[in-house]
């Protein structure tokens, strides 16, 4: 028995719109997080955004000389100072600065000296984030969690054991 040539096409076509619909519904669920849930906690810093993620709960922050880290619900720091490490932590967590655009950036690389990193490991995720940042005499320049820089005016007592 043979297949007429337009029956053949038509079933072509159809298939062809199932796996593209198929696709769709895939893809579905991130389109709408992404283009039509606005994040209630990016809103609510406005201007500021937010250094750490504010959605995932914060298990360690590593730096090049000192580590702050959650075990069983208690912090605790490997270089003792003059705050805690609870507080500390909330301090971290809650950080939001100024939003720096890529031109200004770029004007205010030749005044940087070099680059340090925060390693910042998170409970619900299995790769850290890490943060580049530039501390000069008025100013922290670091790089968030959305991988945007954002200028920080703090004394380094605050954010420093």
């Known amino acids: 028995m043979r297949v007429s040539t337009s029956r053949r096409r038509r079933w072509n076509n159809i298939m062809i719109l199932g796996i593209i619909a198929f696709i769709v519904i895939l893809n579905l669920p991130t389109v709408i997080k992404t283009y039509l849930i606005k994040d209630n906690l990016v809103a609510a810093s406005g201007d500021y955004p937010y250094l750490l993620d504010p959605t995932s709960e914060l298990r360690a922050l590593y730096f090049s000389d000192w580590s702050l880290e959650n075990q069983n619900g208690q912090w605790s720091m490997a270089k003792p100072g003059s705050v805690s490490a609870s507080e500390l932590a909330q301090r971290w967590s809650g950080l939001v600065g100024t939003a720096v655009d890529g031109q200004t950036f770029d004007s205010l690389k030749s005044q940087l000296g070099s ?47």
């Open 115 to 161: 680059p340090s990193t925060i390693e910042v490991w998170y409970h619900d995720q299995e790769e850290p984030q890490r943060i580049t940042f530039y501390q000069t005499p008025q100013f922290w320049l670091l790089k968030n969690w959305q991988e945007q820089w954002i200028a920080i005016s703090v004394a380094p007592e605050y954010l420093l054991p």
